[in-house]
């Protein structure tokens, strides 16, 4: 399946490759956004590869020195290859998203010429989803194609092929390689994308008084390829971990059934290792069903074709699951010894779709602004910016309550049903579908990079209307696909968290709450997730500050500029966001990556359980609250612009726009960065366990 | 030594009335100050009472259906006498606080005259120092002398004196009363003072251009009745309800030792009772020389002598603690059967007293203006008011790093020298000088309330300058007491939540991480700071927007109001607040009240716990995060003020203004009732422990 998804991978490219890119000055722009993207793709990448190697060392030296706790050179060989296959996964999405660009203002240009509005629409859209549909169909592919990869050479690795806990040690490598790239990618990516948007608009905008997107602003470009470093590359890596760690995790612990049946001399229960393959493969079957859903119907409205399309991929997803347990399923008994029913796995996949819709949706009832929140939000505007950050933040605060209420229970229903392999299973009955769910989130940056190249090359106003009308119903869908994010990464890390403490074979009464050790690490993991905020926000607003100064230098300082008659050195933007992001992201991947070790070393294996749970509560908390109260503040500010409250220019649209810039970098920067590192350590930790046992 | 205490309160008060109260206008603004916070206090009041009664017949009514529990009305009286206590302290620290007010100006003015500036500092820092200390002593002797009562009164209460956990069960009522009144008095008084704040800012300063305290802004009284209720009688409580439960959780810890210890035969270590009262009453010695140290030696150079004040209080109670344990002590055995030295109380005293300290240290080292972390956020305030709010959340989330290592460094060694009855202890050791703190503390509120007195009755500028002076001196303090509050609700809730395990008599095992109904209270727990701080900010908003409305009104309504020819309607304004801070703190009180029992009944004991413990965390993180990015966006706005970076009038200083606004409710309102939130989830959790059992 992961095979037929990368063949659709390379018909979408084939198709989105074939459409007319538009005159000179549109490819000259889409190329400037394609080179300052790879620019940066390579930049980062170079970092990666110095810390993939320093921890592939690292992992060796552990297989040579102790070389009983199957910890070596195979499990840093799939480390490896899991940051490469996402690596691979991000450059192949980015490479076609910034040629959708182009391509998709094109079409809503031709499109119109031939039918109007609709006729833009139509086509514009059809160029926008096969670009994201191939950041979405290669993330799942890739991911999947590894894992299989990987789990089917363990069996070659080990002594024993049926020591399936061995062949686990290796695999979980893979998850970490995955993360450890997903933790670049989200926030370098973020620290991006946000420095050279805030450096954009606050100049541009604020100062300059031009308009988003006006050529004349030597930022936007590097604005543009902040999307899709950001929203494309950086959202796709985020999801490539999460998907391959929900499969892990499932399996871990699975593992750790068979080998306890094994023991004990019962009927070991294989099918639980091949349930997570099998529930993967079929949401690769509904996302490329979704895919094709949204191509054929999308073109009358495409608001509810990308809803429908979710739903299709999903419904597809669930009925093909309840096949898979029908032939494979049957019950079992966990390590605990509490017996489970064949159709148990069933249930808890459809908890996890449902549990993450419910998250999905209640994200979009407070960032939207057909809600009461947003719009309440923008009437207190009124009372100027103070008014309007502080209850910017509360309403981000707010939304955390459902969510968390609805994970809890999920969890709850999905361990009664299935004990903690249920927990995983029902993170992965979530992320099954992550092909469709990552179309639909790349489409929007496309969207937004073709609207933008409309600006720049001064396409017909019609354009830029088709593509902000695509592009707003990509917020909507992109909101709820955050929630899912944010949702299954919270579901993913406490799969990997018990898959840790299984691993680590830590008896319940150690990671007790009357253990002061794991106290201590339940502090000290609620505190990380702010550090590392402060640490992403410190980077964005340096390299927010450094685009600005370059911006009023380039402004002042290049003749002709402000009149259109000279061009400004959109190069130098670009370099100064690469470098701002690079520097940025070092510091929190370091205390990400040393953090766990250090505190299982120091402390203990309880302690580290407690520092993994605490980041969990805490970092979800903050996640939530940041990315909701950012989308509720930019949401604002749109309302507003749409003429309530006075309009566009008026105190009110100020205010608010204050709101959206303290609200841009919580959205894009923290929010989703927080999920990577509530999973990385998790993830890190799994495959230490071995040393802390 | 409570009742000594209590003499000094009588002392003080005396000496503050004896003062010269000024003339007729400085009067006349001064008791317009007391009626209003009389009228709030005695609302606030009946709303508590309502609470109080239905709890008190709750309790009473589980004393008749299940006797055998140990709860009844003994509990529910010792409950209603805890929240009288309180009240009443907060009474007679606010009565005479809102009396230092005028006379704090009025002996700035004579002393002036007399002596200049020196002069004018001396005299008026002894008038503001009596002032606080009134409520400083209020608060500790009060508590102290209460909780010696009620104990007293278990013995003759419950069949057997020697029954010492029955007895707690009565007791932990006390502290549970007391916990009640600090919610509200908290969240009520914090709402009221930032909606009264906010609202006469935003008018005032903002729309009509008049400064700060102008007799015309109708909002001023508001405001400085705000100071008192939040500053003074908020602070009293909150603190009135952390020492108390320092104690009793030792307590409450002691009496399952010296239980465990009669079951097994061995000798009861009865001085575990003892020690705390003993630490309460040498930290009163040690108050009341640091305040008498202050009055003494402040004339001079008042910083140092507020700073060197506290250090007395400290190092006398450190001593005086010595000798305690040298006569008391003696080694002991726990629950867990582990054993611990004579000196062990000793230790863990000085750890609490010290990581206090440090705590407090760190909080000042980011929030105040001599520091790298608010001179860099006054410098970023130049790109804007966006990027300040941005970097001064990102100040906050970089300070919660330090303290929380050190609180979980400190909670580590506590445990292993002396168990949770050491993490208790540090708790009360961090404690012991409450009154000293709390005299620091509702000093500063005094010297603002007579700055904003000097201003409205037009005296002269130096006397402006005098009590700015001292307001200044007293922010570096306050912001020390702050760190204080924060890490020892921290230690106390811990304490609180360690008590709970126990007296519930949960096992290790059901407590663990491995338990998902632990962690579905974990999760439902960390998300509650959230939630109940996005209530408290929507209702500071709310009370501001109404006072905004109100104020343009009457600016536009009374003629002459704008020339100074004719009076604003303060008492409309008063009103105004009163009535958003006790709608306001009604919601996030019965959450609180509510959440504990209703998860205890549904998920079980060890999901209370698990809920307990994640409040703790996140609340933590998020309280010491609000706290000190209100603190550091404040100050930066003063560091401007001082002439840097364009200085009064800017664009920074107009962005610094906006950071300051957003960081108001977080500072004053959010921050300091999160504290609350988590140690009132604890006592109420203590208190029906015996149902959960």
Request: charge should be neutral; hydrophobic fraction near 50%; proline fraction near 4%.
């Amino acid at each position: 399946m992961s095979l037929v998804g990368l063949g659709v991978v390379v018909w979408l490219a084939k198709d989105v490759i074939s459409r007319d890119p538009g005159n000179e000055r549109m490819q000259e722009i889409s190329s400037m956004v394609q080179e300052g993207a790879r620019a940066f793709l390579k930049r980062e990448y170079t970092w990666v590869s110095i810390f993939v190697v320093v921890i592939f060392i690292l992992i060796s030296i552990v297989g040579v020195v102790k070389p009983d706790l199957g910890l070596g050179w195979q499990t840093a060989v799939a480390f490896a290859f899991g940051a490469i296959m996402s690596a691979i996964a991000g450059y192949i999405g980015m490479s076609i998203a910034t040629r959708a660009n182009c391509r998709t203002a094109q079409a809503a240009a031709t499109g119109h010429k031939e039918g109007g509005k609709e006729g833009g629409l139509k086509k514009a859209l059809g160029v926008a989803v096969s670009g994201g549909a191939v950041m979405g169909m290669s993330v799942s592919g890739l991911a999947l194609l590894g894992c299989v990869v990987v789990y089917y050479l363990t069996g070659k690795m080990v002594a024993n092929p049926e020591d399936y806990v061995s062949r686990m040690i290796i695999t979980n490598g893979y998850a970490m390689g995955a993360s450890l790239m997903a933790l670049f990618a989200r926030s370098g990516g973020g620290i991006f994308t946000k420095g050279a948007d805030m450096g954009a608009d606050l100049v541009g905008k604020v100062e300059a008084g031009i308009p988003e997107d006006d050529p004349r602003n030597p930022a936007v470009i590097a604005d543009n390829v902040g999307d899709n470093v950001g929203d494309v590359a950086g959202l796709g890596a985020d999801l490539f971990e999460s998907y391959v760690e929900s499969v892990i995790a499932s399996m871990a612990i699975a593992a750790s059934i068979v080998l306890y049946a094994t023991t004990t001399g019962a009927e070991a229960p294989l099918f639980l290792l091949s349930i997570p393959f099998g529930i993967a493969a079929v949401g690769m079957v509904g996302s490329i069903l979704g895919v094709f859903y949204v191509k054929k119907f999308g073109s009358s409205n495409p608001q509810s074709a990308l809803m429908m399309g979710t739903y299709v991929a999903g419904i597809v997803a669930i009925i093909l699951t309840a096949v898979i347990v029908a032939v494979y399923g049957n019950s079992w008994t966990n390590t605990m010894g509490q017996t489970y029913t064949k159709w148990a796995p069933f249930w808890v996949n459809v908890i996890g779709v449902v549990s993450g819709m419910v998250v999905g949706f209640i994200s979009e009832y407070y960032t939207s602004s057909k809600f009461k929140p947003v719009k309440k939000l923008a009437e207190n505007s009124q009372s100027g910016p103070a008014i309007t950050v502080t209850d910017g933040l509360a309403v981000g605060m707010d939304s955390t309550a459902i969510p968390v209420i609805v994970l809890a229970l999920a969890i709850l229903l999905s361990y009664w049903l299935a004990g903690f392999y249920g927990v995983a299973l029902a993170a992965l009955g979530m992320l099954a579908t992550t092909g469709m769910v990552v179309s639909v989130d790349a489409y929007g940056p496309i969207a937004d990079n073709a609207g933008g190249i409309a600006e720049m090359a001064e396409l017909d106003p019609h354009v830029r209307e088709i593509t902000d009308n695509l592009d707003s119903v990509g917020n909507t869908t992109a909101a709820i696909g955050k929630g899912f994010a944010i949702g299954s990464a919270a579901f993913a890390a406490l799969g990997l968290v018990s898959a840790f403490l299984v691993s680590a074979k830590i008896d319940e009464a150690h990671v007790s709450l009357i253990n002061v050790n794991v106290i201590a690490g339940l502090l000290i993991g609620g505190m990380l997730p702010y550090f590392f905020s402060a640490k992403l926000f410190r980077a964005v607003s340096n390299a927010a500050y450094k685009m600005i100064e370059e911006v009023r230098r380039q402004f002042k300082e290049i003749p002709g500029l402000m009149e259109g008659k000279a061009k400004p050195d959109s190069a130098r933007c670009v370099s100064i966001s690469t470098q701002g992001a690079i520097q940025g992201m070092l510091l929190p991947g370091l205390i990400a990556i040393l953090v766990p070790p250090v505190i299982g070393f120091t402390l203990g294996a309880p302690a580290l359980a407690g520092l993994l749970i605490g980041t969990l509560i805490s970092g979800l908390m903050l996640g939530i609250f940041a990315a909701n109260s950012g989308g509720a503040m930019d949401n604002a500010k749109k309302y507003i612009e749409e003429g309530h409250f006075g309009g566009k220019g008026s105190a009110t649209h100020k205010a608010a726009v204050v709101g959206d810039t303290v609200g841009d970098p919580l959205k894009d920067t923290v929010g989703p960065s927080i999920n990577i590192l509530i999973k990385l350590m998790a993830v890190i930790s799994l495959v230490l366990a071995p040393l802390f046992t």
